[in-house]
């Protein structure tokens, strides 16, 4: 099991980035995968999730209405578009599986087993 985070970078406040998690050893769209993200200093906190198969989607506070998260079944791959971002949004972003298949995803970080190693996303004037 492998998951590569991709897509983050340096953007102004308001401007927009597509974060990618593509997978490998195993097929995505069976499990959840949920995307957080950690600040220097700070804790790691969910942003959002997807259960196996887009049973549903989930947002934390700050995510909604500025986020989408979606699936490319054909890709392997889980997306996050971020727009409207805000200084605040700066973080390195993981996203994260479980070895189980379920039709719900918590945002809790403690949840998940499998993790990527992160993208770097800073957005700044």
Do not use: M
């Amino acid at each position: 099991v492998q998951l590569v985070e991709s897509g983050g970078g340096l953007v102004q406040p308001g401007n927009s980035l597509r974060l990618s998690c593509a997978a490998s050893g195993f097929t995505l769209d069976y499990y959840a995968i949920g995307w957080f993200r950690q600040a220097p200093g700070k804790e790691r906190e969910g942003v959002s999730c997807i259960a196996s198969s887009s049973h549903g989607t989930y947002y934390s506070d700050s995510a909604k209405g500025r986020f989408t998260i979606s699936r490319d079944n054909a890709k392997n791959a889980v997306y996050l578009q971020l727009s409207n971002l805000k200084p605040e949004d700066t973080a390195v972003y993981y996203c994260a599986t479980v070895s189980v298949t379920t039709t719900y995803c918590p945002l809790v970080s403690s949840w998940y087993d499998y993790w990527g190693q992160g993208t770097q996303v800073t957005v700044s004037s």
